[in-house]
């Protein structure tokens, strides 16, 4: 299987929302949790996403996992790797955008590695250098709040500059609106002064389309799906692949249960699950006793094992920021964040071994998590929920085929978890 496109994406709904939009822009893709074991059957595609949870790890565990990512990836053919990274650029000032994109570049032999995460179609826009999530700059959104990444400034120039010891450059939005030929200069005139990573600035799916081509012609790029969007048309356009991929026959029905499964405190999350309680049962979890001990997992475990026989459950770990702030200021920050994500993974594992096999989880980390216990190889991408989310079908997954959406805490509209199962059957 020879790909033409790889990327590293540095959380799994992450992954699966890079994986939508290269499906929905012609690309067969899959997407693989880790590097796939050699016995893993891999269906012939034109991308690979490699999903990895290194958003929240120290800066070198980051940047060995995702090395070792790109050399697999270029074995099978990718001519350029995409880091994808989130769209609110979720990271702290130890790393890890800047210290794994210097990686990678140096693994290919150097340059300047363009890097935006502009997604428009979510709202994410970049401007001199700047970004914005919807109508506010980062550090003004709902990200200034989030549990593991809170995000205070919006001048990515700056975040950058502060995680690396390479210079940052800025291609702004006049260069990048005067076509290819001019955003090609302004990056080869960024890399002849030793700049190591330019933010490119971003607001309609055509600058994208502009950055795509002239990234393409570079071995390495670093962004979120609005990135994905540009590379996966020029390759369409390069008459490099076929572009004919087709997600319908992903949601082929699979026997048993639905259960969603909650970790992520993001604003969009805490709408939906209000909204979903007007439907499903929903069971609020303590946060303090799931830190403190297991009674509160295996509460939750029977509560839902009661019900879940009669249509689909709800359990939320995911608390407004007042909550998660004094829980923080008792545990730690990490030390809370990991304890309610493993605490979820099992009770995800446990409803699977009940029998749900088609399951909703909300949050990157949350996601994460719960797809290691499940020790899921991999995923083909099927129809699109919301922007950002689609549905996946696992493979080779010792539980057999099951239906997944796996939910950027910020993604999707108020009937999210409705939709979600409605379109899984
Ligand atoms: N009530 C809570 N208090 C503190 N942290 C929480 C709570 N509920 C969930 N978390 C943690 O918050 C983090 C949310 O991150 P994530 O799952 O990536 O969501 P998102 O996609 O919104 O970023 C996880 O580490 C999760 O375990
Ligand atoms: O690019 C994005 O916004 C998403 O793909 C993403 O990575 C979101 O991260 P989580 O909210 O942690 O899932």
């Not at 959380?11 to 939508?20: Q, V």
């Not at 012609?26 to 590097?35: C, E």
């Not at 002239?214 to 369409?236: D, F, N």
Request: charged content about 20%; some cysteine; proline content about 5%.
């Amino acid at each position: 299987m020879a790909i033409s496109l790889g990327s590293i994406a540095d959380d799994y709904t992450g992954a699966s929302d890079l994986a939508n939009t290269l499906t929905k822009n012609g690309l067969r893709t899959v997407q693989t949790v880790g590097i796939p074991d050699p016995s893993l059957a891999l269906p012939d595609v034109d991308a690979v996403v490699v999903s990895l949870k290194i958003r929240s790890v120290p800066a070198s565990e980051a940047v060995t996992a995702a090395t070792e990512a790109e050399r697999w990836l270029r074995h099978r053919g990718a001519g350029h790797v995409l880091y994808k990274i989130c769209s609110t650029f979720d990271s702290t000032d130890a790393g890890n955008i800047g210290p794994v994109t210097e990686a990678l570049r140096d693994a290919a032999g150097g340059g300047s590695v363009l890097v935006t995460p502009a997604f428009p179609e979510t709202g994410r826009t970049v401007y001199l250098g700047h970004l914005f999530v919807g109508g506010q700059t980062l550090n003004e959104s709902p990200l200034k709040d989030h549990p593991l990444n809170p995000m205070h400034d919006a001048n990515l120039v700056r975040v950058l500059a502060r995680q690396t010891r390479g210079a940052v450059g800025l291609i702004d939005l006049a260069a990048i609106a005067a076509g290819p030929a001019a955003a090609r200069a302004r990056l080869d005139a960024l890399r002849t002064t030793g700049v190591t990573m330019a933010v490119a600035d971003a607001i309609f799916e055509k600058d994208l389309e502009t950055l795509g081509e002239i990234a393409l012609e570079t071995p390495i790029s670093t962004g979120a799906s609005g990135l994905g969007l540009g590379l996966a048309r020029a390759l369409v356009r390069s008459g490099r692949i076929s572009g004919s991929a087709t997600a319908e026959d992903i949601i082929r029905p699979v026997d048993g249960f639905s259960a969603i499964i909650a970790g992520s405190c993001s604003k969009a999350t805490l709408r939906q699950l209000e909204v979903a309680e007007r439907s499903m049962p929903v069971l609020r979890l303590d946060p303090e006793r799931l830190i403190s001990g297991p009674d509160e997992i295996a509460a939750a475990i029977s509560w839902a094992g009661d019900r879940i026989s009669a249509g689909p459950v709800v359990v939320a770990a995911s608390a407004a920021p007042e909550t998660v702030s004094r829980l923080q200021s008792q545990y730690g920050r990490e030390t809370s964040g990991h304890a309610i994500e493993t605490a979820t993974s099992i009770i995800a594992a446990e409803l699977v071994e009940r029998g749900v096999r088609r399951l909703v989880v909300a949050g990157g980390e949350t996601s994460g998590a719960a797809v290691d216990r499940l020790a899921i190889p991999a995923f083909l991408i099927g129809p699109e929920i919301a922007p950002g989310v689609p549905v996946l079908r696992t493979v080779g997954n010792a539980q057999g085929d099951m239906l997944l959406a796996l939910k950027s805490g910020n993604f999707g509209g108020d009937d999210f978890f409705a939709a979600a199962l409605a379109m899984m059957h």
